[in-house]
């Protein structure tokens, strides 16, 4: 009856977001009505003019664009995703119009399971091959009573925003989620771990899972914002 | 092992909100300066000009004040709060850095058990006794399980935020919360259902039981506002 | 040396915003990742669920969606318009970083000058001649006067952002603005007045103009949505 | 007729803003419930603790605290500030409601009058004497001008809000400002030029005076919390 899976969907399903929406937004300071007549181009200028923008925190012409992705992944996921509410929009399946389906995560062999170090600075460790294997199969059984009770409470007649109690946090779900590049690079700062950081971050791998995803998107729309965000230490601007 | 409740706890915890913070806001737009020299007391004319903003809907005067509260209450009420961004701050505790209680929500007698009526409107009816017995029981064996398949998890060294993943939504989470008068209007508007409403909303009744509490201590703290939210149509200004 | 103008320059830049992306939001609420599947078609059905949500203030699905805007207007308009903050991105040309041209705003003959009743619902009429003439000539010669000065300073080695002092909040700036159909409801509702509004807003005739240009473009892109709003009374959901 | 000024009103009307604020906030995460029986004496620990918070950008403890500033400031200045939009709330006098004071800003002596450097990266320094002299001659002689102006169609019965067109932006307008250490935090990092700034900052100097006045009142509130904010490279968290 249960379906498990160990990845996150990302989508984009729509987005008006190019480096030139960049400078153009970031010209009207200095030109006016001018930039109206901008051909751009993303020759070696544009770069070092969002390399400049990047590096000096101007933040606000990172705005003036806009990426719609359709999500899927745990709840555990999406509430630490709706943390992030300046330059986010949210639409999410709603366990009390909706029958959850039965769809929960469980981690792969790759996942590493245990945790050492101390507060605020966590690291991750595999964990051995009897750990993941009593993971799999605890988190399993454990998804399919809890999902049972849910059947049950619901062929009693029981309200589903009742019946939903019981359910676990690696339920998926699904949203539409839409940012900008500013909103997306705050995001991606604290939701991945890289070397280039110059603030590192503690994300949990499973939402870093997901921003991966956003992120391998967003660098193909953006390409030239997406490098000097990297290069500038991967701090939103 | 496992401890249930049915109700939600909500401690205000610091406050810096009075109704005449609204008039002292309002009255710079025509008085400038001179605002610092009124002497404001709670007479007739002030109950006038907070509903004269009240009902015109000029809303920045109700966002120069504060609140914070202690929250207790389900995941699945966080998860609705949490949609709530403009004018909200939120900490709450980590089930990455903390063993999460046993503390479970359980509806009471007088929680109806049972919808109907179509998507967008729905209503609600106690349902029978046994509806009743059923949820309590189910409901309760699958926390238990649910719990312990986390402490078995944690017990073989396996990480906090993976073991949480089998736990259900009716756990008991903690959380700092503040915002302001404007903010919680918005909030109150959505979350309570209410005679007075201009525009009926339908919400679950566990956060209307969080927001009930939040009114509750805000009209205690800022009376007159309080008083022109709900005869104005309970509509956020 | 002086030009004057007395319209406002509104252009549609860039856009991703249509009817069905307010329906594709919503459905994920009761769809799931079934909405990726959906055919939406603007029939009668959609026009109903529209109005629905408008009718009920969900407000969230009117968000994944984006428009850009290139606007000039003189400063005083300006001024009112970044007060508006919740889903509202801004990059204005700049008085530190380059020299202002001489466009100013005078008012056009069926501008109403006289203004009668009480604070808070002021009611504007036309004036007479005279007046329209006196205000035409004095403007025309305070706004010269005040440029002159600018000028003067600048060729006096004085920088920009101090010279500026003296020029008047009638000049001409120019900006990007990006909102979604959300924030520019919220914009609209009380930018302009209008018969079916549930709740009159007395916007200054200026600023109105500029939102009668945005609602203009707007109203095309997403007929339904913009048949909805004012059908609803004008009130951002 | 008219009045001049060189300096800036910032009065900090009241507050809600303690350093141990933060602490209770970001230790609900681990501590939970707990947090209530926290005594918090501001010891070495605190300010580890702070600086932690700081220098790892977790950012939303230092928002569950409130500062509200009663602030008078040319209009040029105001402008700059409602660019701020997260964590800020803002009301101002109205040049539509009330007829504005005859009172202006000069620069006093110390202020430097002439840019070098290219744009980004402007740098000031002090003029002649003749520089100084003329700028407050001709700026003195223009505001009178437009003052005069303004009052001139104000007789002739012309409505405030079109008879201010001709109001030069030095004109000092009042407003009260309500933030948080955090949308405070953002606000000095760009505002002000400082040794210790990671990412330098190139404010107004108009701006700049507001922004020091406001730091001023915030380091007796928060003394931890101004002194980790600063040792940390001046960047909101």
């Keep these: 009856m249960i379906i ?118 966590y690291d991750f460790i595999p964990g051995s091959y009897d750990q993941y294997q009593d993971t799999q199969a605890l988190l399993l059984d454990s998804y399919d009573k ?10 009693k007649g029981i309200a589903r925003e009742i019946a939903r109690a019981c359910l676990p946090v690696a339920i998926y779900s699904s949203m539409y989620a839409t940012c900008n590049a500013r909103s997306l690079m705050n995001f991606l700062s604290l939701r991945t771990k890289h070397a280039n950081s110059s603030f590192p971050s503690y994300p949990q791998r499973e939402i870093e899972m997901v921003a991966e995803k956003m992120e391998e998107a967003w660098a193909q729309l953006m390409p030239i914002t997406h490098r000097k965000f990297t290069e500038n230490g991967r701090i939103a601007p």
Tied chains: 1, 2, 3, 4.
Excluded: C
Aim: aromatic share 12%; glycine share 6%; no cysteine.
């Design 4 to 121: 498990t899976r160990k990845d996150m969907t990302v989508e984009l399903v729509r987005s008006d977001a190019l480096d030139e929406h960049v400078i153009f937004a970031a010209k009207v300071s200095t030109l006016g009505e001018q930039t109206q007549l901008l051909e751009t181009k993303n020759d070696i200028s544009d770069e070092k003019f969002i390399n400049f923008l990047m590096k000096n925190r101007h933040g606000s012409p990172f705005e003036h664009n806009s990426m719609t992705f359709f999500i899927q992944a745990p709840i555990f996921v999406f509430r630490e995703f709706h943390r992030h509410r300046v330059g986010w929009s949210y639409n999410e399946e709603s366990g009390r119009y909706t029958q959850l389906s039965p769809v929960f995560y469980l981690p792969s062999e790759g996942r590493n399971l245990v945790q050492i170090g101390k507060a605020g600075s």
């Design 146 to 155: 809890s999902y049972h009770t849910y059947l049950t409470l619901l062929e």
